[in-house]
């Protein structure tokens, strides 16, 4: 094999043979694993004037990943969990090369022993219900476009799924019988059922009768396709989303958050069932989560408003006579101060 041809040799064996085959990565982790090494193609091009056909195996060393890593950060503006999961594809990738060429063992282990980068904990950004019924009222229901926004919204806020969730639904995947669910998969390919409230189900019911897509010959089609009949994308759904978002927020611009995505509905959605007293593994399980620490944080977020809605109103009741005069001598707290050093 030649020297310049290397790099690709294993970079397509990686992508189309170890990720799918041995490691069994999601189509999407696939996706975003091929999408970093075409940003690292781009940066040895315009940073170094490399290009692609020149890139060799030995170009991933640990100094140049981290580079590359910064580059991601400054030049492209990009956060902190992006530039984690560019560099998790690279940890990945090095791990496979480890027993592809064992000749630079080390220079992997060097790439694979880069840290990944903390960032300031995120806010998770959740509406009110009324913010909720404000979204879901905007879409013309006079119009099956519109009908349609209005039940994929209706049932991404239901059922707490992500938005590539909703994206891969199947008319299938909805159970129309008493009680209503939908099967949902996730990450991993991992499914769930999620149970439906009866008037989410009732509207999903009478879009499956109108569009015509009743009938067991039609199970494997989209739930929710566009107008060429595809699935939705992630970019589709969000696009229809804030189509609604902006008159809702002239309607009433009070009540919604001021940043609004559609993972903002799921973030809604357990924080709503948090509220009503739902367990927290219950809340785990419909929303798909492999940990029930990753639910813990709205149960944490909904702590600290408490928190704060205390102190706000907090009046202070204790006179000062109530205070120990101990605590008011000085001189006895210094010397008691003075007992620890």
Not at 63 to 77: D, G, P
Not at 122 to 139: A, C, D, H, R
Not at 252 to 274: D, Q, T, W, Y
């Amino acid at each position: 094999m030649k020297k310049t041809a290397d790099f690709s040799y294993y970079l397509s064996k990686f992508l189309a043979r170890y990720l799918p085959g041995e490691a069994g990565a999601s189509p999407n982790t696939i996706l975003s694993y091929r999408d970093t090494f075409l940003l690292f193609i781009k940066y040895c091009k315009a940073q170094e004037n490399t290009p692609p056909e020149k890139i060799t195996l030995e170009l991933l060393t640990r100094e140049r990943i981290c580079t590359f890593l910064s580059w991601i950060e400054n030049e492209r503006n990009c956060s902190v969990s992006t530039r984690n999961q560019r560099l998790a594809a690279l940890h990945s990738f090095c791990r496979f090369m480890q027993t592809e060429d064992v000749m630079r063992l080390n220079q992997y282990q060097l790439v694979i022993s880069i840290p990944k980068k903390r960032g300031k904990s995120g806010t998770v950004n959740y509406m009110s219900p009324e913010g909720i019924k404000l979204i879901l009222e905007q879409p013309d229901a006079k119009k099956m476009s519109g009908r349609r926004d209005m039940v994929l919204l209706s049932l991404m806020y239901d059922s707490g799924a992500r938005v590539q969730e909703m994206a891969d639904i199947s008319v299938g995947d909805f159970r129309a019988e008493t009680p209503a669910t939908i099967k949902i998969t996730g990450k991993g390919g991992k499914t769930r059922i999620v149970p439906l409230m009866e008037p989410t189900a009732t509207i999903v019911r009478q879009y499956i009768s109108d569009t015509g897509l009743t009938g067991s010959g039609k199970h494997s089609y989209p739930l929710f396709p566009n107008r060429h009949g595809k699935r939705l994308t992630r970019a589709g759904i969000k696009y229809i989303l804030d189509k609604c978002v902006e008159p809702a927020r002239n309607k009433n611009p009070g009540v919604l958050p001021e940043v609004i995505s559609p993972h903002c509905f799921r973030h809604s959605k357990a924080m709503h069932l948090l509220h009503a007293g739902v367990n927290l593994v219950y809340i785990r399980d419909i929303l798909g989560h492999a940990d029930l620490k990753t639910t813990e944080i709205y149960a944490r977020i909904d702590g600290e408003m408490k928190r704060k809605a205390l102190e706000e109103a907090f009046t202070n009741t204790v006179s000062s006579g109530a205070v120990p005069l101990w605590q008011q001598d000085g001189e006895l707290l210094n010397w008691l101060q003075s007992l620890g050093r």
